[in-house]
């Protein structure tokens, strides 16, 4: 018989704890919504061609969005959230 | 009803090795854990996937129940594709996640009977889950050799 498999929500035994499993955190969500905020500097990833120019600087509209589309490549965004946050990119 | 885990377990043959089901069975008589069901499933190399007959049935539901829990029977992806922002962004999974195509899986739903009262008493205090996982293999050994160094 074919199986049609359902979405299914996350949970973990004593309750509906925060597990992303490889999903955004809410701090990382948050960081990635609000670009003008003062982050520490990051670790170079292993990707070059993400590596955001200027270190600590503010990146420009076309990084972030750069950025935002190799985390939808890579899986660790879907389309919707993708979506949800490129409309916020500062144009 | 006690919290519900599902295990997801990559087989060479779709059936559970009788070590696996005697564990379980011992288990169950602890009052620790029920296995509530079993489900096999291939995933073809299209991606579809189809339930297998147990070799052996291990519950009563042979699989139904959990076929029932984890596939809806319809496709849902286009609908949530559509309305994506709409929907309450929280995380979820399914097997389409889990099992690769062109492999098969056995899949099965098991009560932590063990941990009802546990979930309860939290819920009672008011307690708020906020992060529960696992130790990773090399910590476990790692807390093991700190235990037996502070032992008698």
Known sequence: ?91 | MGPVQVLVIGLDQPEFTGEVLAELSRLRSAGIVRLVDVLVVARRDDGAFETLAEPTAMTPSRGELAAAVLGSGEDESASMAQDGLDRPRLPTWSLADSVPAGTTAAVALIEHTWAAPLRDAINRVGGVPLEETWLAPDDVLLLEQMMRQDAP
């Open chain 1, 1 to 91: 018989m074919l199986l049609v498999p359902r979405q299914l929500r996350r949970t973990g035994m004593t309750g509906n704890v925060p597990y992303y499993g490889g999903r955004f955190t809410p701090a990382q969500a948050y960081a990635a919504a609000h670009p003008r905020a003062e982050r520490p500097p990051q670790p170079a990833p292993a990707d070059a061609s993400v590596v955001v120019a200027g270190g600590g600087s503010r990146p420009s509209r076309a990084e972030q969005l750069e950025a935002l589309t190799h985390l939808l490549g890579s899986g660790v965004l879907t389309e919707a959230e993708y979506q949800e946050l490129r409309a916020r990119v500062a144009p």
